[in-house]
């Protein structure tokens, strides 16, 4: 089971990663995230794809990384803040959602 812990440990990083390019490219070129898979992968297609939205999705992912780091290595107090934080930055971008394109029967 030891393995479970180092794969979520390489995938945490590689969300905090991420997160952390995603929001480096925000501020300085942020033309770089009009690519397709970049769109999707940061503000999907019910969130305007405009510079807050991104710097809040990519500061999510940052977050959310550290979460689970901190959660992993029973560091039980941070990892708390941690979730605290996400939660707020979530709440903030579900604020930001437009309405579903799909029309429901």
């Given at each position: 089971?030891?393995?479970?812990?180092?794969?979520?440990?390489?995938?945490?990083?590689?969300?905090?990663?991420?997160?952390?390019?995603?929001?480096?490219?925000?501020?300085?070129?942020?033309?770089?995230?009009?690519?397709?898979?970049?769109?999707?992968?940061?503000?999907?297609?019910?969130?305007?794809?405009?510079?807050?939205?991104?710097?809040?999705?990519?500061?999510?992912?940052?977050?959310?990384?550290?979460?689970?780091?901190?959660?992993?290595?029973?560091?039980?107090?941070p990892?708390?803040?941690?979730?605290?934080?996400?939660?707020?930055?979530?709440?903030?971008?579900?604020?930001?959602?437009?309405?579903?394109?799909?029309?429901s029967?």
């Amino acid at each position: 089971m030891e393995w479970m812990k180092y794969a979520a440990m390489a995938m945490a990083t590689l969300l905090i990663v991420f997160g952390l390019l995603a929001l480096v490219m925000a501020w300085l070129t942020p033309r770089a995230l009009e690519a397709p898979l970049m769109k999707w992968m940061l503000t999907g297609e019910r969130l305007e794809p405009n510079r807050k939205n991104r710097v809040l999705a990519s500061a999510g992912s940052v977050i959310f990384g550290t979460y689970i780091l901190l959660s992993l290595n029973l560091h039980v107090v941070p990892a708390l803040a941690a979730l605290a934080a996400w939660l707020v930055v979530t709440l903030v971008l579900r604020r930001e959602r437009t309405p579903s394109r799909s029309s429901s029967a």
